[in-house]
Protein backbone atom coordinates (compact mmCIF):
# COMPACT_ATOMS: atom_id res chain seq x y z
CA UNK A 1 0.00 0.00 0.00
CA UNK A 2 2.77 2.28 0.74
CA UNK A 3 4.57 1.98 -2.40
CA UNK A 4 1.04 2.28 -4.00
CA UNK A 5 0.72 6.07 -2.16
CA UNK A 6 3.96 6.98 -2.99
CA UNK A 7 4.21 6.20 -6.78
CA UNK A 8 0.81 7.36 -7.48
CA UNK A 9 1.16 10.69 -5.22
CA UNK A 10 4.33 11.53 -7.17
CA UNK A 11 2.46 10.81 -10.06
CA UNK A 12 -0.24 13.32 -9.35
CA UNK A 13 2.61 15.95 -8.39
CA UNK A 14 4.65 15.93 -11.48
CA UNK A 15 0.41 16.53 -13.38
CA UNK A 16 0.37 19.10 -11.43
CA UNK A 17 3.39 20.97 -11.62
CA UNK A 18 3.18 20.53 -15.58
CA UNK A 19 0.12 22.83 -15.90
CA UNK A 20 2.16 25.96 -14.60
CA UNK A 21 3.73 28.14 -17.12
CA UNK A 22 5.06 30.48 -14.99
CA UNK A 23 5.77 28.95 -11.71
CA UNK A 24 6.72 31.45 -8.95
CA UNK A 25 9.47 30.96 -6.80
CA UNK A 26 7.29 29.58 -3.35
CA UNK A 27 5.41 27.72 -5.90
CA UNK A 28 5.08 24.16 -6.11
CA UNK A 29 7.40 23.16 -8.49
CA UNK A 30 9.86 24.85 -7.11
CA UNK A 31 9.68 23.55 -3.63
CA UNK A 32 8.18 19.75 -4.60
CA UNK A 33 10.08 16.87 -4.14
CA UNK A 34 9.58 13.38 -4.44
CA UNK A 35 7.56 11.69 -1.79
CA UNK A 36 9.90 8.73 0.00
CA UNK A 37 8.99 5.85 2.27
CA UNK A 38 10.27 7.93 5.13
CA UNK A 39 8.22 10.80 4.18
CA UNK A 40 4.92 8.95 3.49
CA UNK A 41 5.24 7.00 7.20
CA UNK A 42 5.62 10.60 8.93
CA UNK A 43 2.79 11.53 6.65
CA UNK A 44 0.51 9.03 7.54
CA UNK A 45 1.74 9.16 11.51
CA UNK A 46 0.70 13.03 11.60
CA UNK A 47 -2.68 11.97 10.10
CA UNK A 48 -3.20 9.65 12.72
CA UNK A 49 -2.11 11.85 15.72
CA UNK A 50 -4.76 14.93 14.28
CA UNK A 51 -7.24 12.15 14.65
CA UNK A 52 -6.30 11.38 18.43
CA UNK A 53 -5.78 15.53 19.33
CA UNK A 54 -8.52 17.57 18.12
CA UNK A 55 -7.03 21.06 16.62
CA UNK A 56 -9.00 24.03 15.67
CA UNK A 57 -6.58 23.77 11.91
CA UNK A 58 -4.04 21.84 10.36
CA UNK A 59 -1.29 25.06 11.18
CA UNK A 60 -2.26 24.66 15.05
CA UNK A 61 -0.47 21.34 15.32
CA UNK A 62 3.30 23.45 14.70
CA UNK A 63 2.08 26.15 16.33
CA UNK A 64 4.76 27.50 19.35
CA UNK A 65 1.98 29.24 20.97
CA UNK A 66 2.27 28.23 24.56
CA UNK A 67 -1.41 27.61 24.95
CA UNK A 68 -1.69 25.23 21.66
CA UNK A 69 1.85 23.93 20.90
CA UNK A 70 2.68 20.65 20.93
CA UNK A 71 5.78 19.27 19.05
CA UNK A 72 4.79 16.11 17.81
CA UNK A 73 4.35 17.01 14.35
CA UNK A 74 7.41 19.60 13.93
CA UNK A 75 9.63 16.75 14.71
CA UNK A 76 8.28 14.51 12.24
CA UNK A 77 8.85 17.15 9.58
CA UNK A 78 8.07 21.11 8.72
CA UNK A 79 4.35 21.91 8.13
CA UNK A 80 5.06 23.23 4.25
CA UNK A 81 6.11 19.80 3.45
CA UNK A 82 3.10 17.99 5.01
CA UNK A 83 0.49 20.45 3.44
CA UNK A 84 2.37 19.82 -0.11
CA UNK A 85 2.44 16.28 0.27
CA UNK A 86 -1.86 16.18 1.57
CA UNK A 87 -2.23 18.28 -1.52
CA UNK A 88 -1.21 15.89 -4.39
CA UNK A 89 -2.19 12.65 -1.95
CA UNK A 90 -3.17 10.11 -4.31
CA UNK A 91 -3.98 6.30 -4.56
CA UNK A 92 -4.63 6.14 -8.52
CA UNK A 93 -4.08 7.19 -11.85
CA UNK A 94 -5.93 10.42 -12.66
CA UNK A 95 -5.19 9.40 -16.67
CA UNK A 96 -7.10 6.10 -15.79
CA UNK A 97 -10.39 7.71 -14.52
CA UNK A 98 -12.96 7.48 -17.00
CA UNK A 99 -15.48 10.64 -17.44
CA UNK A 100 -18.67 10.33 -15.09
CA UNK A 101 -20.66 10.10 -18.49
CA UNK A 102 -19.21 7.14 -19.35
CA UNK A 103 -21.43 3.89 -18.72
CA UNK A 104 -18.65 1.87 -16.93
CA UNK A 105 -17.45 5.13 -14.61
CA UNK A 106 -16.48 4.10 -10.99
CA UNK A 107 -17.31 7.19 -8.58
CA UNK A 108 -15.12 5.22 -6.00
CA UNK A 109 -12.29 4.79 -8.77
CA UNK A 110 -9.70 7.39 -6.58
CA UNK A 111 -10.05 5.08 -3.17
CA UNK A 112 -11.16 1.68 -4.67
CA UNK A 113 -7.21 0.25 -3.57
CA UNK A 114 -7.48 1.25 -0.10
CA UNK A 115 -11.32 0.42 0.27
CA UNK A 116 -9.99 -3.03 -1.20
CA UNK A 117 -6.91 -2.96 0.81
CA UNK A 118 -8.79 -2.48 4.18
CA UNK A 119 -11.35 -4.92 3.20
CA UNK A 120 -8.67 -7.77 2.84
CA UNK A 121 -6.69 -6.82 5.94
CA UNK A 122 -9.56 -6.97 8.45
CA UNK A 123 -10.78 -10.21 6.90
CA UNK A 124 -7.16 -11.97 6.97
CA UNK A 125 -6.36 -10.80 9.99
CA UNK A 126 -9.82 -11.69 12.33
CA UNK A 127 -12.44 -13.83 12.34
CA UNK A 128 -15.62 -12.82 14.26
CA UNK A 129 -17.38 -14.57 17.54
CA UNK A 130 -20.26 -16.49 16.30
CA UNK A 131 -23.04 -13.05 16.65
CA UNK A 132 -22.51 -10.53 13.70
CA UNK A 133 -24.45 -7.57 12.93
CA UNK A 134 -25.14 -5.48 9.66
CA UNK A 135 -25.69 -1.76 10.21
CA UNK A 136 -25.55 1.75 8.63
CA UNK A 137 -22.33 4.05 9.45
CA UNK A 138 -21.77 7.69 7.98
CA UNK A 139 -18.48 8.95 7.42
CA UNK A 140 -19.11 13.10 8.16
CA UNK A 141 -18.53 14.87 5.32
CA UNK A 142 -19.75 18.17 4.03
CA UNK A 143 -18.10 18.85 0.85
CA UNK A 144 -19.63 18.31 -2.71
CA UNK A 145 -20.14 15.19 -3.21
CA UNK A 146 -22.14 13.06 -6.16
CA UNK A 147 -23.10 10.43 -3.66
CA UNK A 148 -23.57 12.19 -0.30
CA UNK A 149 -26.48 11.64 2.26
CA UNK A 150 -28.42 12.98 4.40
CA UNK A 151 -29.43 10.59 7.60
CA UNK A 152 -31.53 12.62 10.40
CA UNK A 153 -30.40 9.88 13.15
CA UNK A 154 -26.91 10.12 13.13
CA UNK A 155 -24.48 12.06 15.42
CA UNK A 156 -23.17 13.25 12.02
CA UNK A 157 -26.40 13.70 9.31
CA UNK A 158 -23.99 14.81 6.39
CA UNK A 159 -21.45 12.24 4.89
CA UNK A 160 -20.93 9.17 3.05
CA UNK A 161 -23.12 5.90 3.76
CA UNK A 162 -21.52 2.89 4.66
CA UNK A 163 -22.77 -0.48 5.17
CA UNK A 164 -20.65 -2.74 7.47
CA UNK A 165 -20.41 -5.78 8.83
CA UNK A 166 -19.51 -6.08 12.53
CA UNK A 167 -18.70 -8.60 14.92
CA UNK A 168 -21.77 -7.93 18.16
CA UNK A 169 -19.61 -8.03 20.91
CA UNK A 170 -16.51 -6.33 19.73
CA UNK A 171 -17.96 -3.66 17.23
CA UNK A 172 -14.87 -4.71 14.75
CA UNK A 173 -15.40 -3.98 10.97
CA UNK A 174 -15.01 -7.65 9.66
CA UNK A 175 -16.83 -6.13 5.98
CA UNK A 176 -18.13 -2.65 4.45
CA UNK A 177 -19.20 -1.29 1.33
CA UNK A 178 -19.42 2.38 0.27
CA UNK A 179 -23.10 3.57 -0.54
CA UNK A 180 -21.85 5.67 -3.86
CA UNK A 181 -24.91 4.75 -6.50
CA UNK A 182 -22.91 2.70 -8.20
CA UNK A 183 -24.80 1.24 -11.33
CA UNK A 184 -25.00 -2.04 -11.58
CA UNK A 185 -24.60 -2.01 -7.54
CA UNK A 186 -28.06 -3.07 -5.82
CA UNK A 187 -28.95 -1.20 -2.76
CA UNK A 188 -31.64 -3.54 -1.53
CA UNK A 189 -31.55 -4.59 1.93
CA UNK A 190 -31.33 -8.39 1.03
CA UNK A 191 -28.59 -7.66 -1.53
CA UNK A 192 -26.63 -5.45 0.84
CA UNK A 193 -26.63 -8.08 3.46
CA UNK A 194 -25.98 -11.55 1.22
CA UNK A 195 -22.80 -9.30 -0.65
CA UNK A 196 -21.42 -8.26 3.04
CA UNK A 197 -21.60 -12.02 4.60
CA UNK A 198 -20.53 -13.77 1.34
CA UNK A 199 -17.20 -14.10 3.24
CA UNK A 200 -18.52 -16.20 6.55
CA UNK A 201 -21.52 -18.31 4.34
CA UNK A 202 -21.10 -21.72 6.06
CA UNK A 203 -19.16 -20.96 8.86
CA UNK A 204 -21.43 -21.31 11.59
CA UNK A 205 -22.10 -17.58 12.55
CA UNK A 206 -25.46 -15.82 13.49
CA UNK A 207 -26.64 -12.78 11.99
CA UNK A 208 -28.46 -10.14 14.07
CA UNK A 209 -30.72 -8.10 12.67
CA UNK A 210 -32.78 -5.49 14.01
CA UNK A 211 -35.41 -4.16 11.29
CA UNK A 212 -37.84 -6.85 10.55
CA UNK A 213 -38.37 -5.79 7.22
CA UNK A 214 -35.13 -7.10 6.28
CA UNK A 215 -35.44 -10.28 7.94
CA UNK A 216 -38.36 -10.90 6.73
CA UNK A 217 -37.15 -10.30 3.19
CA UNK A 218 -34.31 -12.71 3.54
CA UNK A 219 -36.37 -15.71 4.65
CA UNK A 220 -39.16 -15.00 2.40
CA UNK A 221 -37.32 -13.77 -0.99
CA UNK A 222 -40.76 -13.14 -2.75
CA UNK A 223 -42.70 -11.16 -0.28
Known amino acids: MFDQLIVETNRYAMQTISKYECPTPFSLPCRWKNVTHTDMVGFLVILLHMGVVKKP ?24 RFQDILSQLHVANNEDDLPAQHQDHDPLFKINFVIDHL ?104 V
Open 57 to 80: CIADYWSTDIFIGTSFAPKIMPRA
Open 119 to 222: TTKFQQLYTPSREICIDEAICPFRGRLKFKVYIRNKPHKWGIKLYELCESGSSYVYNFEVYAMKKGLSNRPTDVCLHLIEPLINRGHWLVIMGIIIVKLLIFPS
